[in-house]
């Protein structure tokens, strides 16, 4: 689930011309390219998603790093497109660039039925009811003891101190990994969906061997594993499940990937936006702080408002006409999840965070059909534990700057959000 940002594979000749400054009036929506990092990262991408969403909601750019491919903007579009998997397939990849021929990392998001189905079902147990349970009580001590560690009456960053720590832990109690090492997901999560020279990796190189050390901590786990009785964890899971217990190394790698960002990536941006988000709409903290009641209302918005993941991409199996555009058969198909969340013909005030919103759970951000986010459950527990004990510790998180946000068209996040609990 690397990033498709930065591996200029089909035209080494393109040449990105991008003004920070550039007013989204005058755009021209023609040539535009939105799966560049830099907008997102300078978070300049919402007011062209609008202008798409009304001139042009089926949006072919014809050029790009990864080559021509078409955008779905509006959210009964990209549900439409999300649920079709008879004319969209998710191989060969869900973001826009192909797998590289010598270093593929399949994995089952991005794979049809019926190896999509089994590989899912192996490892779907992990966030069954029951399981979540057990995992909640833990998942509350755990946030309580990191929340009573925050320095008071001073800047830190919220990602690092409590995003990160918590999703990393979380992470490595799914795993039964070695808690003295559970900082390497959190690099190895960074690594997958870096650009080299934006601060995590230099090279495309430095980030294969780094994929390479995961995947050969991994395989030691592996063995220790299918050499014992089964146990409840994601690595026992896969050695002794049917269709995973032979899969090939690169193929472990891929699920172990799509495992750590799924599980890491999201709910960490997902809890530093709402942070975020309640500090820009200040009558909305207030309304929590008053009824702690809608925690859960407050989490189903976060996850809409956020959208950690900005889009999925679909290949076309055969030629398809949306809104009177024709889809060639072959060609890449993103749905921009962080679009149609934000389409107000669905959604009353989109650009609003209202954690009373009617019909609050009704977003794009899980995605739908058979590949519906596996652990959407467990996202939004952590996130509900973690305001619940939040509201019972602090009167207010104080966001004291912007944020410095992630460099991907992916992955919608942040990397630094500075924040202050009084003392």
């Known amino acids: 689930m690397a990033n498709p940002d930065y591996i200029p594979r089909h035209n080494e000749e393109f ?83 192909d797998p590289e021929e010598d270093f593929p990392l399949p994995m089952f998001i991005a794979m049809d039925s019926p190896k999509h189905d089994v590989q899912r079902k192996t490892v ?17 001590e755990r946030a309580g003891k990191l929340l009573d560690s925050v320095p008071r009456g001073e800047v830190f960053n919220w990602v690092d ?19 003295e090492d559970r900082r390497k997901l959190t690099r190895w999560s960074d690594v997958a969906t870096a650009a080299p020279g934006q601060g995590v990796v230099e090279s495309d190189e430095q980030r294969r061997a780094e994929l390479m050390e995961c995947l050969q901590y991994f395989m030691n786990l592996w063995q220790e594993r ?25 193929e472990f790698l ?82 921009w999840y962080v679009s149609g969340n934000r389409d107000d013909e669905v959604i009353r005030e989109p650009n609003k965070f209202d954690i009373e919103r009617e019909n609050v759970r009704h977003h794009l951000s899980f995605g739908f059909g058979i590949h519906r986010c596996v652990g959407n459950r467990l996202g939004e527990m952590q996130l509900r534990i973690v305001w619940e004990e939040i509201l019972k510790r602090f009167d207010k998180i104080e966001v004291m700057d912007e944020p410095r946000r992630v460099y991907s068209s992916f992955v919608k996040g942040y990397e630094y959000l500075p924040v202050r609990v009084a003392a």
């Open 15 to 97: 040449v990105f011309n991008y003004d920070p400054n550039e007013d989204p009036a005058k755009v021209d929506l023609k040539t535009l390219d939105m799966s560049r990092g830099e907008r997102f990262r300078d978070n300049k991408f919402e007011p062209l998603f609008e202008r798409m969403r009304k001139e042009d909601p089926v949006h072919y750019c014809p050029d790009s790093l990864n080559g021509p491919y078409w955008s779905i903007t509006k959210f009964n579009d990209i549900m439409a497109v999300d649920t079709n998997h008879r004319q969209f397939s998710s191989e060969p990849s869900i973001v826009l660039f």
């Open 124 to 140: 779907s147990p992990i966030v069954a009811p029951n399981h979540l349970a057990l995992l909640e009580p833990v998942i509350r």
């Open 161 to 179: 101190k409590i995003s990160i720590e918590l999703t990393t832990q979380m992470l490595a109690t799914l795993f039964d990994f070695p808690w």
């Open 226 to 250: 299918a050499a014992a009785p089964p146990r409840n964890d994601l690595i026992s899971m896969l050695a002794h499940g049917d269709s995973t217990k032979n899969m090939p190394s690169q």
């Open 254 to 335: 891929g699920n172990l990937i799509l495992l750590i960002v799924g599980g890491n990536d999201t709910t960490r941006n997902s809890i530093s936006g709402s942070v975020y988000a309640l500090n820009k709409f200040p009558d909305q903290y207030a309304k929590l702080k008053a009824n702690p009641a809608l925690v859960p209302n407050l989490v189903s918005e976060t996850i809409r408002w956020q959208t950690p993941l900005a889009y999925m991409r679909r290949t076309a199996l055969e030629d398809v006409e949306i809104r009177g555009k024709t889809i060639r058969k072959g060609d890449k198909v993103v749905m």
